[in-house]
Each structure stands twice: as C-alpha cells, then as structure tokens.
C-alpha cells in the first residue's frame, strides 16, 4: 500500500545528488516559486523520486515497472517490483554485470527510448508504473509520453520527472547553453531539466482523458493517470512549444502542484489493483 507521504517534518533527500547536470542541489539565486511568508509555510518532508514511484508501485500486486532513463541506477536500484525494466543509451554502471547478477524480471536494454519503444519491447507488453527520466526536452518526452501510453495497464501510473525548473538556465532545453549561463551566474547547483514542464501543458490541453497533477513535496515530478477531465484550456500546440519561461512561471498553476499524499488519496479510485 501506499506510503504516508504526508509527515511535517523536514528531512535532507535520501537519493544522494549526483554529479549528473539534471539533479537539484542547494541554494537558488532565482526562483521559479512564488515566496511565501514565514506564518504560511508549511515545512514538509521531503518526498524523493524513489519513494513516489515505489508508493505507486505499492497499489499494484506483482507490479511491473518500466524506467526511461536510468543513468546510475540510483532510483531504478532502489525500486522493489514485481518486474523492472531499465532504459537508457548510457547506463553509468557496469549493466551486463547487473543484469547476470539480478534475476531474470530486471531486465536492461543499453539503447534509446525510441529504440526500445520502436524495436523492443512486446506489443503486449503493459507496465503498471513508467518512470519517464530520459532526455529532457519537450519533444522527446513528448514522444516518450505516447509511447509509454500504449504501454500503460489500464490502472497504470506515468510519472514526469523534472517538470518544475527552478530558474530560466535549467529550463532551456540545450544542455551546453545551461552550462554555459549556469556558470555565468555562479549557480552551484546542477539541475538541468530543460522544457519538460511543455509536457505538462501539452497533457492539461490535449490529454483530456488523462488526470494530472504535480508533487510539491520535490523538484517537481507529475504524475498522469486515466481519469476524463470535464473540460479542458484551448492552446494551440504553437502555443505550447513556444512556452517562455516567463509564461511558465506566471502560469505554474496549469502544474497542479500539491503534497504528493493528497495526489495519492485523489487518484486512487483510478489506479492499482483493484481488491476482489
Ligand atoms: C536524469 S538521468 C536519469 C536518472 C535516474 N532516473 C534516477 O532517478 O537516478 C537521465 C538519463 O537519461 C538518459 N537518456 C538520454 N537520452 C535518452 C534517451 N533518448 N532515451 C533514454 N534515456 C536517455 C541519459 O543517458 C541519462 O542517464
């Protein structure tokens, strides 16, 4: 079952930063989040990556989890599954190793999403929660999304990473241009997400049977599941891809962000196994 990601307490992240440019660190010069005044904080913990995918993994008898996007392994190695399926073009740990070592329902493929997705996997293949933590642009986690769709078991889980960039430098979709204006401005951290968060408004305007919202306890990662919206915002996909950061942080309403254990009690009608 679920974990109780609702604690009031403040906690440091148990995934460890890594020397990875799309990772969060500490100290933000310019922020995306609306200040708020010390009487209205409300100091949460911290919910990690892991623990949201392995909450959802936890609605599910014998749940099958794909990741997209694995690089060291940090949350892929952390997730317990029924079946695990690891992606990535670059894996940053020695996987044939891994993949003799670990029994036969983790499974690696050394290759790009559009690889495993075009060529690989089963056509029947469902999974009950995919973790989308691939290349951080617009258009391949757009791809990525519609792809892992027509993957999805009908009461499955997608979950976007980073689509909640803290400053304008991590929002740009060229890796070298934030490097280069990160550096410019001082900023320490590394937390590259580049413009996942058009997925975002991409699923709010053109996803009506999809449910969303974002976890506010992190960095930012949405979670999408099957349930109709009565109404939807018009947007043209122009639009969308042409989002600026400035309009991203004016409309950051459209991300939905709430404690993740509100998220967890709202989609949990739509999502998991259901008890006989
Ligand atoms: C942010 S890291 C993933 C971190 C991991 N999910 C975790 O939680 O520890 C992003 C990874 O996406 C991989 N990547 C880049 N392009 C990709 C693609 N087209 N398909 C799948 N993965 C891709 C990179 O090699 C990199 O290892």
Do not use: C
Request: negative net charge; glycine residues 4%; without cysteine.
């Amino acid at each position: 079952m679920a974990n109780d990601a609702s604690a009031a307490v403040s906690e440091p992240r148990s995934v460890p930063s890594e020397p990875n440019p799309t990772r969060s660190a500490k100290g933000q010069p310019v922020t995306a989040q609306p200040a708020q005044s010390p009487a209205k904080q409300v100091k949460r913990r911290r919910v990690p990556r892991w623990e949201v995918v392995q909450t959802l993994l936890g609605r599910f008898e014998d749940p099958r989890y794909l990741e997209v996007g694995v690089s060291k392994g940090t949350t892929f190695h952390q997730i317990s599954a029924a079946s695990k399926v690891a992606v990535d073009p670059v894996f940053k740990f020695d996987w044939e190793t891994e993949r003799r070592r670990r029994s036969a329902d983790t499974e690696y493929y050394q290759v790009t999403s559009d690889v495993y997705f075009g060529a690989i996997v089963d056509d029947d293949q469902q999974f009950d929660v995919i973790f989308l933590d691939g290349l951080h642009t617009f258009e391949q986690t757009l791809r990525d999304f519609t792809n892992a769709l027509t993957h999805l078991a009908p009461r499955g889980v997608i979950v976007i990473d980073d689509v909640n960039p803290p400053t304008y430098h991590a929002s740009l979709p060229d890796p070298s241009r934030y490097q280069r204006l990160r550096k410019h401005v001082k900023d320490d951290r590394r937390a590259w997400m580049g413009d996942v968060y058009k997925l975002v408004w991409f699923i709010d305007t053109f996803y009506q049977s999809m449910s969303y919202a974002t976890v506010a306890d992190n960095h930012g990662q949405a979670v999408v599941w099957r349930e109709r919206r009565t109404s939807v915002v018009d947007r043209s996909t122009t639009e969308i891809g042409d989002l600026s950061f400035e309009s991203f942080v004016l409309g950051a309403d459209v991300l939905q962000r709430r404690p993740f254990a509100e998220i967890v009690a709202d989609m949990s009608p739509h999502i998991g196994t259901v008890a006989s």
